[in-house]
């Protein structure tokens, strides 16, 4: 989630003055743009070294831990919104993380690379599997290990009982609301228990 | 990496008597006293920019700096504090003070009751993290700093950080825990012990009265420094520094001299430390951690505790200390987030066990200096 126009996006979906927790925070951008913008108070979650440092300049707060260990260090429903964008794919255990996303916040958004946008489509038709701007990886170094697409994520939604609030996608920085799992390379779902 | 920036240069410890008793938590007091302290930098005209800085078992009000025509008298966080370092004391005002109890100048053991006129010795009375802070507090008051911008400490001296954020909530802005823990395991408290009854058991105790005798229990006290010493290192860190090396090429079959470095480096750690420390401030601290718990009074829930708490945290452990584990800061940290307060918690990856505290592993003084100049620019805006 480095595109700034996307993180514009994903701040728009979260109320003014919400308390916030941003699974994956990467550099803290988002946390700092909601607290500027929309007077929202939280956490960022990360692992990396690098990112922890950016968000203690940016004076954000972060808490340092592996998300692959789960959260429960927080109580359930103690956050209004729980982000998780771009980092779901990267997990192991993605059910469990989307289940703990519901558990620990009133509304979960998560965001991740839809693996049904149609140029992903034709190069596996054509017997590879995609390299693209939101998927620049080879198949072997790549850091998603979990491939879904929109449709995928409507399925395990329902399968959890997961109410969706709102869900698009997003194609160069802009929203698509037709035919999203065709058109768009990050898929985008706001949701509740 | 080469450090960055300066040393504070040549410092002279301060002394302040209070004549007022310290009324302490075991419910005696203690009589007329002095704290011995240090300070570094220059407090500016709103007295907003404090720092104080809370030690751990054997260090003391020199943190910073070094003596006059002393070589190697460098402070014990000299590598944190200076001119241009992670906490900078060309915006900041540092402060160190030396913790009633101990051997390095405040009023301990060593010295003598104005009410008997005898050396305390074993009747020193036992205190506790919070009669230090209440102490601390007091030597602001004189000083007329009304809320520090922060209080940083590691491992027994973050638990003094801890409670200055509970007890004494709107006096600080920030609160730096570093290394440490919301109270001292069975295993902890179980090495703690061991130490003690090295000491203890020295013919030359004396039941805490061997200045009397003029002698000095150096047997427990090595013995002691020995078992902690080994506590503060990880299993990887000694691996590495001392590994199976031999002294000698060929194995002596002797049970009492030195045939392996690690047992040569512990001696003498041990011999270093029983010619400088006291034996009861020794036992006096090990206890101070001990009693740490400000759960205790909560029915033993950490987050209630907290519910007092204002500052804005900062926690860091490191993950290869297992005296004071990650999961210990976390702890901390679950507490904090239950109370909604704002706080980061960064966990290093640095080899050094407990010990890392005192290094300056770049990850740990990246945060540190990040954090100071969060606090910095809130200091300038105030």
């Known amino acids: 989630m480095s595109d700034h126009r996307e993180i514009e996006l994903m701040a728009e979906l979260v109320p003014t003055g919400s308390r916030v927790l941003d699974l994956g925070c990467g550099t803290g951008e988002l946390l700092a743009l909601l607290r500027d913008r929309r007077q929202c108070a939280g956490y960022g979650i990360e692992i990396a070294d690098a990112n922890v440092l950016a968000c203690m300049q940016r004076g954000v707060n972060v808490i340092q831990l592996n998300l692959e260990e789960g959260l429960a260090i927080f109580e359930d429903q103690s956050f209004d919104v729980v982000l998780q964008l771009d980092t779901l794919q990267n997990l192991r255990n993605t059910e469990k993380m989307l289940l703990e996303t519901a558990r620990v916040g009133r509304t979960g958004i998560v965001s991740f690379p839809n693996f049904a946008h149609w140029p992903n489509r034709l190069r596996v038709l054509g017997g590879r599997m995609p390299v693209t701007k939101v998927l620049p990886y080879e198949w072997y170094d790549t850091p998603n290990i979990r491939v879904g697409t929109y449709a995928d994520f409507e399925v395990l939604a329902r399968k959890h009982g997961l109410r969706i609030l709102d869900s698009f996608g997003i194609q160069d920085g802009r929203m698509v609301r037709g035919w999203p799992n065709l058109l768009a390379g990050t898929a985008v779902f706001k949701f509740s228990r | 990496m080469a450090p960055v920036g300066a040393s504070v240069g040549l410092v002279e410890p301060q002394q302040r008597h209070f004549a007022q008793a310290l009324p302490l938590r075991s419910g005696k007091q203690l009589a007329g006293y002095d704290l011995v302290y240090e300070t570094y930098g220059r407090l500016n005209a709103a007295k907003s920019n404090a720092v104080l800085v809370c030690h751990a078992l054997n260090a003391s009000h020199h943190v910073a700096g070094s003596y006059a025509g002393q070589d190697k008298s460098e402070g014990w966080w000299d590598n944190l504090i200076g001119p241009g370092k992670p906490l900078d004391t060309d915006r900041f005002f540092v402060i160190g003070v030396n913790n009633l109890g101990s051997c390095f100048g405040s009023t301990g053991p060593m010295h003598r009751n104005p009410e008997t006129g005898r050396i305390y010795g074993a009747d020193f009375p036992v205190m506790t993290v919070e009669d230090w802070v209440d102490s601390q507090v007091r030597l602001l008051d004189e000083m007329g700093i009304t809320r520090l911008a922060a209080v940083i400490g590691g491992s027994l001296g973050g638990m003094q950080a801890l409670d200055w954020s509970l007890r004494y909530a709107d006096r600080l802005r920030h609160c730096i825990a570093v290394a440490t823990a919301p109270n001292l395991s069975a295993q902890n408290i179980a090495f703690n012990e061991v130490a003690r009854r090295a000491i203890i058991t020295d013919p030359d105790f004396h039941a805490g009265h061997f200045y009397?005798?003029?002698?000095?229990?150096?047997?427990?006290?090595?013995?002691?420094?020995?078992?902690?010493?080994?506590?503060?290192?990880?299993?990887?860190?000694?691996?590495?520094?001392?590994?199976?090396?031999?002294?000698?090429?060929?194995?002596?079959?002797?049970?009492?001299?030195?045939?392996?470095?690690?047992?040569?480096?512990?001696?003498?750690?041990?011999d270093k430390f029983s010619e400088y420390f006291d034996a009861n401030t020794y036992?006096?601290?090990?206890?101070?951690?001990?009693?740490?718990?400000?759960?205790?009074?909560?029915?033993?829930?950490?987050?209630r505790a907290f519910a007092r708490a204002q500052a804005n945290f900062h926690v860091i452990s490191f993950t290869t200390d297992w005296r004071f584990s990650p999961a210990r800061s976390r702890e901390i940290v679950k507490a904090l987030l239950d109370n909604r307060l704002d706080v980061s918690y960064a966990e290093i990856d640095a080899p050094h066990g407990h010990d890392a505290f005192l290094l300056d592993d770049p990850r740990y003084h990246g945060v540190l200096r990040a954090r100071f100049q969060t606090i910095a620019r809130e200091v300038a805006a105030i």
Do not use: C, N, W
Request: charged fraction near 30%.
């Open chain 2, 283 to 303: 036992l006096l601290i090990t206890r101070v951690l001990d009693y740490f718990d400000p759960a205790r009074d909560f029915g033993g829930d950490l987050s």
């Open chain 2, 212 to 270: 009397a005798h003029g002698v000095v229990p150096k047997r427990g006290l090595r013995v002691a420094r020995m078992i902690g010493h080994i506590t503060y290192l990880s299993d990887d860190v000694m691996e590495q520094k001392f590994g199976r090396e031999m002294r000698a090429a060929e194995l002596g079959y002797s049970t009492q001299d030195i045939e392996f470095q690690i047992e040569s480096y512990l001696r003498y750690q041990g």
